[in-house]
Structures are given as C-alpha cells and as structure tokens.
C-alpha cells in the first residue's frame, strides 16, 4: 500500500473530518422513506454508531493509510471526536436530546483506538509483523461480522461481509500469504467469539456500561 505523502496529509486530514460528519448526519435519516425501506433489510443508517464491524473497518482503513504512526494516532482520533460531536448536534438540533448515556463508552472507544491505531498502522508491512497484525485485524473482524450458531456461519449483514473482504483486499500480500493469513484468522476469531466481542459497543451495551460507571 502506497502512504500518503506529506503534501497529502491535510488533504487526507479534511477528508476524515467531512467523513465523520456525514455519519453522524446518517444516524438521523428518516428509515421511513420510500426509497429507501428497500436498504434498510442490508443496512439501516440509524443504526450507524452501534454498528461496530463498520467502526474497526473505518479505523482500520484511517490507520493504515495515515503517514506515520503518529498521524495514524491523531487521525483515528480526530475521527472519533468529530463523529460523536457531529452526532450530538445534529440529535440536539433535530431530537432536541443529547446522548449523554453514550459519553463515558465514546471516551473509552477513543482511548482504545488511540492504543491501537500505533499497531494497525504497521499491519501492512511485508514482514512477520505485518503478518501478525493483519491475523489479528481480520480475526477481530470477522468475530463481529459473523455468526457461528449450530455449526453454522453466517454474515450478519451484507455489508459487514462486504466490509470483511475490503479489509482482506487493503491487506494483500500476495496470494498464498493472503490465504494462509485469513485461515489463521478465522481461526483465531471463532476463538474470539466465545467472548462476545461483537455486543461491547452496540447501544444496549453502551448504555449499561455508562450505568454501571455512573
């Protein structure tokens, strides 16, 4: 993957900030509207935020194509605080409600990916690291796009599995390397869905952790 240069960093930088706006703007589109009751069976946008296969990919995707490390830190950030902004004002302005019990899950989601942005960034080295990296990406991925239910696998949304296969596509590192890769991974996630990562920041989640904390 070729990074972004230097001149391109604000141009990338602006690009995350329009990004975020537009999908706090998304989680207030009417669903009732005829043409789009059509999507709402692959994708509902006012479910936007609690979808989290839709948010490790969108990080995921910031990271690896920032200019440094650093910037991959800054990037992810900056995405997150500009999405819940731009969340609150548009539920202000259109619902009259702030979503105070969001506030204390957002910051630790921030937190988080500030941590591991640093790591995502080098998932797309040609090297050991980069191997790693790119196994554990798609594994905790793949842990929250699919079910395993019965002996049975399948996606939960069609964009989720589309999102799965882009992420696959980002990480190409040549045919055998990306198929030995994504074996490792699907093993390592059905592993990771006896924890139940796929519901930590859906909104029933979101909601309990603030009142334990609270």
């Given at each position: 993957?070729?990074?972004?240069?230097?001149?391109?960093?604000?141009?990338?930088?602006?690009?995350?900030?329009?990004?975020?706006?537009?999908?706090?703007?998304?989680?207030?589109?009417?669903?009732?509207?005829?043409?789009i009751k059509p999507f709402i069976a692959y994708f509902d946008p006012t479910k936007l935020l609690s979808n989290l296969p839709l948010w490790i990919f969108t990080n995921c995707i910031i990271s690896l194509y920032s200019h440094s490390e650093k910037t991959s830190i800054l990037n992810?950030?900056?995405?997150?605080?500009?999405?819940?902004?731009?969340?609150?004002?548009?539920?202000?302005?259109?619902?009259?409600?702030?979503?105070?019990?969001?506030?204390?899950?957002?910051?630790?989601?921030?937190?988080?990916?500030?941590?591991?942005?640093?790591?995502?960034?080098?998932?797309?080295?040609?090297?050991?690291?980069?191997?790693?990296?790119?196994?554990?990406?798609?594994?905790?991925?793949?842990?929250?796009?699919?079910?395993?239910?019965?002996?049975?696998?399948?996606?939960?949304?069609?964009?989720?599995?589309?999102?799965?296969?882009?992420?696959?596509?980002?990480?190409?590192?040549?045919?055998?390397?990306?198929?030995?890769?994504?074996?490792?991974?699907?093993?390592?996630?059905?592993?990771?869905?006896?924890?139940?990562?796929?519901?930590?920041?859906?909104?029933?989640?979101?909601?309990?952790?603030?009142?334990?904390?609270?």
């Open positions: 993957m070729k990074r972004k240069n230097s001149n391109n960093t604000w141009l990338y930088t602006i690009c995350i900030v329009l990004i975020a706006i537009v999908f706090g703007f998304l989680s207030f589109i009417p669903v009732n509207i005829e043409c992810t950030t900056l995405f997150s605080i500009v999405c819940f902004v731009s969340y609150s004002l548009f539920s202000m302005i259109l619902t009259h409600t702030i979503p105070k019990d969001m506030f204390l899950t957002w910051i630790l989601f921030i937190l988080i990916w500030t941590i591991f942005s640093y790591l995502v960034w080098s998932a797309n080295r040609q090297d050991t690291k980069g191997w790693i990296l790119s196994t554990i990406l798609l594994a905790i991925l793949f842990s929250t796009c699919f079910t395993y239910t019965d002996n049975t696998l399948s996606s939960t949304t069609i964009l989720n599995f589309l999102l799965y296969v882009f992420l696959v596509v980002v990480l190409y590192k040549g045919t055998k390397e990306t198929l030995i890769i994504v074996i490792l991974s699907i093993i390592l996630a059905l592993i990771l869905s006896k924890t139940k990562i796929q519901i930590i920041f859906t909104k029933s989640a979101c909601i309990y952790f603030n009142s334990v904390i609270l």
